[in-house]
């Protein structure tokens, strides 16, 4: 944990306290790989049983019950954004206690709009939501999954999804994938950073429209990363696992996945060091991971997460990885704290593996997040404010985006006027 200064609280309520591991050694040595300050690891080493996890981190059933009855696990429908929607932040308390009126300027102070950074827009939808992402599904229709519930950093009761045609209004279409209903190995409860605090929590969950299906990838707190299937080819599903109901596809968090022009499906997770693919069922891993190397790296340590430090700061970024392709080129993108500004960074490839090169900022404050391209063409990123330069916290958005000269993913010159504060 670092020293909990007023910058360094700000930066964990911001978005990477979460990326601080468990420090237990039987875990280290027993559960690979796992994120440790944002260094990513792919292994297939045995992982710790469910039962005996809970052990380690000495979780009690009474904590459960206390941690279960502190907020709701669901964000709910949400509604239309009254407003310019700025200052939102998330409901009930914190990792570090109630949130007061006197921090919220503090935690949404818009200096990304202020200083010129990134346009002047509010949410599209008001609901309490991180890791917001957004694909353009099969039916013609939007679909927008992220972290929610009131306290993600405690509990969360699964994965909720939100359907809309012309990216304004959005409809609920509820709980479609239940921890408790529906998980296996999800359902065990750890300790947050190593202590009897229980935590359970599905963490940036993605939902992707691949072969002609839906499947969202998702990670548990601390605990790995699973991938669903629908079993109707409806985004609402119901869900199952694609990958083994019995133990995590691989430890960390944030993971994603890519599908090709030939169907190839990629997987990657926290900030994109490492790229795999999977087999056809997305069952499981068709290779061994590849590590991605980055060209002409940016080293300046002010445009990086201090845990990048130990890989030289030769990466995209600490967390929060996204894939997509555009105009015959692969981008990857990983969070980063760019300039104190929870960001994508993203690098460009003419070939899947790399290697990538031209790291730079997309969006400021987009971080963890994603890409999508729109019904008319144009290419946005998602946004959520994760940290306090951001006008707004927790809540959805979108702002339009294009490509320069060099194929850099740059902030639009103009952008659609029902996401524009006016």
């Not at 999977?278 to 290779?287: H, N, R, V, Y």
């Not at 060209?295 to 990086?304: G, N, T, Y």
């Amino acid at each position: 944990m670092p020293f909990m200064n007023r910058q360094n609280l700000l930066l964990c309520l911001g978005g990477d306290a979460r990326t601080l591991p468990l420090w237990n050694p039987n875990f280290l040595l027993r559960w690979a790989p796992i994120v440790l300050c944002g260094v990513l690891s792919f292994s297939f080493a045995p992982r710790t049983g469910a039962e005996e996890l809970v052990k380690l981190h000495g979780v009690t059933d009474e904590a459960i019950r206390t941690v279960l009855a502190d907020g709701s696990g669901i964000s709910g429908p949400g509604k239309p954004v009254v407003g310019d929607g700025w200052r939102g932040t998330r409901s009930g308390r914190t990792l570090f206690g109630p949130i007061t009126d006197s921090l919220r300027p503090e935690l949404a102070s818009a200096k990304v709009v202020t200083d010129g950074k990134i346009p002047r827009i509010k949410p599209i939808w008001d609901v309490h939501m991180r890791d917001a992402v957004i694909i353009l599904g099969g039916d013609g229709n939007y679909y927008m999954t992220g972290s929610t519930g009131d306290n993600v950093w405690k509990h969360n009761t699964g994965i909720e999804l939100y359907r809309s045609a012309d990216l304004q209004k959005w409809d609920y279409m509820g709980v479609v994938w239940s921890i408790e209903k529906d998980g296996g190995w999800e359902k065990t409860w750890s300790g947050y950073h190593r202590k009897p605090d229980p935590i359970r929590a599905v963490w940036a969950p993605e939902i992707h429209y691949i072969h002609k299906n839906y499947y969202i990838c998702l990670s548990m707190a601390n605990m790995g990363c699973s991938i669903l299937k629908s079993t109707t080819g409806k985004p609402e599903g119901p869900y199952i696992h694609a990958t083994s109901r019995e133990e995590p596809l691989i430890g960390g968090i944030d993971p994603t996945l890519f599908e090709d022009d030939d169907g190839a499906v990629y997987f990657s997770k926290a900030g994109g060091q490492q790229l795999v693919r999977m087999k056809d069922d997305l069952s499981g891993f068709a290779e061994k991971p590849r590590s991605i190397q980055v060209l002409d790296p940016d080293i300046d340590p002010a445009l990086h997460h201090r845990s990048c430090k130990s890989r030289n700061y030769k990466d995209l970024g600490f967390e929060g990885v996204t894939m997509f392709k555009a105009n015959g080129k692969y981008y990857l993108a990983g969070t980063d704290l760019y300039q104190g500004c929870y960001t994508m960074c993203v690098g460009i490839a003419d070939n899947i593996y790399g290697p990538y090169r031209l790291r730079h900022p997309s969006a400021l404050c987009n971080g963890g997040t994603g890409f999508f391209r729109a019904k008319d063409g144009s290419w946005y990123s998602c946004f959520f404010g994760g940290d306090a330069n951001a006008p707004w916290r927790e809540r959805p958005g979108i702002i339009r985006m294009e490509f320069d000269s060099e194929g850099r993913v740059m902030v639009a010159k103009t952008q659609p006027d029902f996401i524009l504060v006016k």
